[in-house]
């Protein structure tokens, strides 16, 4: 089944066997031309740009996702099943339940929380509550210490929902979940992994904080989050 309906790219063997996946499409052009050298565009489909090129001699792809779990999880998929990628890390941003994380705090996700039925579709688990790939998470891990990075781990909040009645959901799920933060695809990326038998884990970059209120711009998402993007490169 290749090309896929969604990505066009007709030889497998030029997406690489790691793919950094940011939301935004903008956000892998900017990573591609940043950190990567002898790139190829091998996807613009929808406008949802995939690259390959290499960063210290290894081969990296790089590709948006879009925006929420329907949208992630139709790229990861045929990226796991249908183009061979053994591991996704995701790259985003998220917004803050946890008034211990300031802009630019960068949070590694070690499970995912959310009331989407995502999971239970795809036949894996019934459970509200998926991990992350522990060994992939562990390289993150060791990576950050190494290059003394600060990393906060713990349970995200995946929500399919943005625009969210009720102005105290972040307080709730942060005390009964203990869900430091929230952002709209990770769960679908973990789902996936485990049904495909992959590795997926999560970095994410506070870009708000729905407890300071403080915001960072469309720009400065999409261009300001290097010390998330040089992790998960180094670690590759």
Do not use: W
Not at 100 to 127: C, F, I, P, Q, W
């Amino acid at each position: 089944m290749i090309p896929t309906p969604h990505i066009e790219l007709e030889d497998k063997s030029l997406i690489a066997k790691t793919v950094l996946m940011p939301g935004d499409p903008l956000r892998a052009k900017f990573i591609a031309e940043k950190y990567l050298t002898d790139i190829v565009k091998f996807n613009t489909v929808r406008n949802m740009f995939g690259y390959t090129g290499n960063y210290r001699g290894k081969k990296v792809s790089v590709m948006g996702s879009g925006m929420g779990m329907p949208s992630i999880g139709i790229y990861s998929y045929e990226l796991f099943k249908f183009y061979d990628v053994e591991q996704i890390i995701r790259v985003g941003s998220a917004g803050a339940y946890s008034d211990k994380l300031d802009l630019y705090d960068v949070v590694l996700a070690s499970h995912a929380y959310s009331e989407s039925s995502y999971a239970k579709t795809m036949g894996v688990s019934n459970r509200k509550k998926l991990s992350a790939t522990k060994s992939l998470t562990n390289k993150i891990i060791k990576k950050a210490e190494k290059l003394a990075l600060p990393l906060t781990i713990g349970t995200i909040h995946s929500s399919d929902v943005f625009y969210r009645p009720g102005g105290s959901v972040h307080e709730t799920l942060f005390k009964e979940q203990q869900c430091l933060c929230v952002e709209m695809e990770a769960f679908a990326l973990f789902a996936n992994a485990k049904a495909l038998n992959k590795k997926a884990a999560c970095l994410l970059t506070i870009s708000d904080s729905l407890v300071t209120k403080k915001v960072t711009t469309a720009q400065e998402r999409e261009k300001a989050f290097t010390a998330m993007m040089e992790l998960a490169l180094e670690v590759i």
